[in-house]
Every structure is written in structure tokens, then in C-alpha cells.
């Protein structure tokens, strides 16, 4: 079953480009991974998601059900994680989060206080006395404190530090073993490739490609390192090199294709080093880029 449904979903800001023509669908229990730089579209995708803006055109659901037709109805059973957080400052933590649960129908204190806990979140503070990590943290709890069936993260984890995204990221992953449905928007290509089963790539407002993260690594170039006596980057013309780079006596370089063909111009040097690796998330994301 397919908890988020998008079909030729474009949005345009007057003349201005938010997204062009994106169709992509998102699986019951999946880790979702949505990236891209800074402009590319993603938290216009996410908004339309959550009705905070309607499409110029295409259609957009979750759960089944019209975005736009149900906002109310489906925000109900989602939970959201901004990439930017903003609180009335006067309230205390506990206040705050005391009436974000009010919105739900169900009992949500014990979980709010089992999340803080979690969080390391002091909830007997004012906001306007919290850094930006620790109201970030209020974000977290508040996201998350009515045990959605669909969490979406935009950018979640900038100004916590490394020790409070390994617990966040702890947590996700708890709440996807629960059964949760996560959407994780990012630049940070690390994190997609730590946690996400699949991942799409969005570049100027349009989907460029979707895959599982696995196969999205195999599937392309390999990253080899070759080290040998009177080497020469001539002898490397072949189809399927890319980003070749020479440092002394060693070569740096992608390459896809019939390993059996460059390992064969490999073997015509007497070799002193090779490894032959799987690209990072980082440097696939890059080579579609480029």
C-alpha cells in the first residue's frame, strides 16, 4: 500500500519554479529519502504534503485520500519535523507541548514525557530561553509525541550534535520498527544513506532518479584507486572513465562498465596498490549534479 501518492505535481511561485511534473510513491513502512541542494524543491514538495500551499497543478495524496480535500482529516495522523522551528517565546516547554497534544485525539502525556527524556529536553524552561538545538529538540517531541503513522523530517537534525542525531536517528528508527511511515528530506547525504531504504534525487524542481539505496550504489560507477610504476593516464581512454585525476604514479577515477575491460588495462602495469570501491551516497549525488 502506498501511504503518499504524487502525480505530476507542479508548483510555480507566479512565474517563479517550485517543482515541475513530480510523480513518485511512497510504500507502507518504507524509510524514504528525498535529496537535493538548498532550491531544489523539496520543502515546496513537503508543504504541498501538508496543504500549507496548493499546486499549480498534478495531485498529491496520503493515505489515499486529496491532500488539499482532506488536510485536516490526514494531518491528524502525521507528524512533522520542519527544517526551521518557531514558538510562541513566553510559554514554557511543557506548555507548549501540553497544547500541541491537545490537538489530538488521544492521551499522548506519557509519550511527551518519555520523548523528552529520551531528548534530554528540560521541560520546565522557556522557549526563549532555549538554544536552537534544544528547540529543535521541542520540535522532535513535538513531532512525534502522537505516535504518527506518517512522520516527514525536513532537514531535522541541523543544530542538534552529533550524540543528540545518533539518539534522534535512534528513535526513528524505533518508530519505523513500530510501523511508522518516514519522509526524510535532506542535503546531507550521509543521513539518507544511514537509515533510508530507497532515496529519490530532486534537481531544479524535477525528479531525476528513484532507487533503492543499495542498487543506486552498485548499479553505478565504481571509485578505483590504481598505484604503479610509470603510470599513464593515456592508457585509460577508455568508455565509462570519468572524473580521472593523476597524482605522481597514482589514479583516481570512476568507472562503469566491464570491470574485466579496465582491469585489463590495469594489468598491463606492474601494479603496486588497487582498491576498487562503491561510490559514497555523496559522490553519486555529485555525479548526477554534475
Known amino acids: ?56 497543478s498534478g495531485q498529491a495524496k496520503i493515505f489515499g485520500k486529496d491532500c488539499i480535500q482532506f488536510g485536516p482529516e490526514i ?29 489530538y485525539k488521544k492521551d499522548s502525556t506519557e509519550r511527551m514525557l518519555d520523548l523528552a527524556d529520551t531528548m534530554e529536553l528540560d521541560l520546565k524552561r522557556r522557549i526563549d530561553d532555549l538554544s536552537y538545538g534544544n528547540k529543535k529538540k521541542v520540535a522532535i517531541v513535538q513531532g512525534l509525541l502522537h505516535q504518527p503513522k506518517l512522520i516527514i523530517l525536513d532537514e531535522p537534525t541541523s543544530g542538534l550534535d552529533p550524540l543528540m542525531q545518533k539518539k534522534f536517528f535512534n528513535l526513528i528508527k524505533e518508530e519505523n520498527q513500530r510501523g511508522a511511515t518516514v519522509f526524510f528530506s535532506s542535503h546531507i547525504l550521509s543521513e539518507v544513506q544511514r537509515i533510508c531504504n530507497r532515496v529519490a534525487i530532486i534537481k531544479e524542481g ?36 570519468n572524473n580521472l585525476q593523476q597524482e605522481n604514479n597514482t589514479l583516481n577515477f570512476f568507472y562503469k562498465g566491464d570491470l574485466n575491460m579496465i582491469l585489463k588495462a590495469i594489468s598491463a602495469y606492474d601494479i603496486l596498490d588497487l582498491s576498487i570501491e562503491e561510490p559514497t551516497l555523496e559522490e553519486i549525488f555529485m555525479h548526477y549534479y554534475e
Not at 494531518?75 to 512533522?80: A, L, N, T, V
Not at 519535523?81 to 497534544?101: H, I, Q, R, T, W
Not at 525528479?207 to 593515456?234: F, G, H, P
Open 75 to 103: 494531518r491528524q495522523e502525521i507528524g512533522y519535523l520542519p527544517s526551521e522551528v518557531f514558538y510562541y517565546e513566553g510559554m514554557k516547554v511543557l506548555d507548549l507541548l501540553k497544547y500541541s497534544a491537545s490537538f
Open 206 to 241: 524535477s525528479i531525476i532518479n528513484i532507487q533503492d539505496i543499495k542498487s543506486l550504489q552498485k548499479d553505478n560507477y565504481k571509485k578505483i584507486r590504481v598505484t604503479a610504476k610509470n603510470l599513464e593516464a593515456n592508457s585509460f581512454s577508455l568508455p565509462g572513465i
Open 1 to 56: 500500500m502506498s501511504v503518499i501518492e504524487v502525480s505530476h505535481l507542479t508548483k510555480y511561485y507566479g512565474k517563479a519554479r517550485g517543482i515541475i511534473d513530480v510523480s513518485f510513491n511512497v510504500e507502507e513502512g518504507e524509510i524514504y529519502g528525498f535529496i537535493g541542494p538548498n532550491g531544489a524543491g523539496k520543502s515546496t514538495t513537503i508543504r504541498l504534503f501538508l496543504s500549507l500551499i496548493y499546486p499549480s
